[in-house]
């Protein structure tokens, strides 16, 4: 438990624990809505973001993140899960041209971070991936806005701010990615809201 600016205590593992349930309260249904047919993932967007996420959580845990950087590696391990059931459930989402140049961009990146002795750069060029990864469910979710769930992306939302919250230092190697992620997720869920009336009419 450590002291916040305002004199508060803040009890970091605590938020990181929340955001670990929150996780699991996004993903358990989220994974039994695939399993039924309601919600179609792209499978290139979720290799993409589990590779990242978990190399993320390298990053961040190399730079002392703390608590917030295990709920990141735990997020990546279920994210591979879901890319394996996009794969498996691929026959309901159409890979297109944009998807193909989308995905190879983000595995070509990959490498790049390697060379980038400096962790903020590796950060940065890990969050360029990520948010790369988010072009094929975009598109998808332009045409097919019911394919992916708003409570999920919500829930997703509040945990990346809670991993910001968890952090044991603030600077940009730690946060630039939860907060990345967060307003990507909430970008996406504000397309579905406009979207979804004008499919449905």
Known sequence: MIIDSSGALVDKTFLAAVAT???VVAFVPYLRSIQRGRTRPHVFSWIIWGINTGVA????LAERGGAGAWVIGFSSAVTLLIAVLG???RADVSITRTDWLFFIAAL???PVWYAADDPLWAVVLITSIELLGFGPTFRKCWHQPHSESMSFLAILTVRNALI???LERYMMTTLLFPVAMAAA???LMA?????????ES
Do not use: D, N, Q, S
């Open 164 to 166: 910001v919250a968890a």
């Open 87 to 89: 794969y498996i459930k």
């Open 57 to 60: 959580f390298l990053a961040v």
């Open 21 to 23: 349930v929150l996780t």
């Open 191 to 199: 397309m579905m809201a406009w979207r979804r009336p004008l499919v």
């Open 185 to 187: 997720c909430a970008l």
């Open 108 to 110: 070509a990146a990959m």
